[in-house]
Nanobody, 121 residues
Framework: QVRLVESGGGLVQAGGSLRLSCAAS????????MAWYRQAPGKQRELVAA???????NYLDSVKGRFTISRDNAKYTVYLQMNSLKPEDTATYYC???????????????WGQGTPVVVYE
């Protein structure tokens, strides 16, 4: 059984930093892209950052220059370093991975349960 567990969320003052981690465990054959999404109450879920298997990255415009996504393939882990946090970054952050569980399966999206981030003035 595959499980994705996020950590590192919490309450932080505006201008501060947090580092989110998401580690996958279980029966994993390979992982392609990894990503972080977020969803604030009453708003649509949005892609915050993504990183490909070749370390090509993509960011939401509003977080460019402030957030950095990275991955550790040996640990099946994706990170999101968040600096200069703003109140509008407040949301639940979700880890997402495109994963194969066997050599014969297609890639399928896997999600973590989410970790809350609250940024206050």
């Amino acid at each position: 059984q595959v499980r994705l567990v996020e950590s590192g969320g919490g309450l932080v003052q505006a201008g501060g930093s947090l580092r989110l981690s998401c580690a996958a465990s279980g029966s994993i054959y390979s992982i392609n892209a990894m990503a972080w999404y977020r969803q604030a109450p009453g708003k649509q879920r949005e892609l915050v950052a993504a990183i490909s298997s070749s370390d090509v990255t993509n960011y939401l415009d509003s977080v460019k220059g402030r957030f950095t996504i990275s991955r550790d393939n040996a640990k099946y882990t994706v990170y999101l370093q968040m600096n200069s946090l703003k109140p509008e970054d407040t949301a639940t952050y979700y880890c997402n991975m495109q994963m194969k569980v066997s050599p014969w399966s297609d890639y399928a999206e896997r999600w973590g349960q989410g970790t809350p981030v609250v940024v206050y003035e």
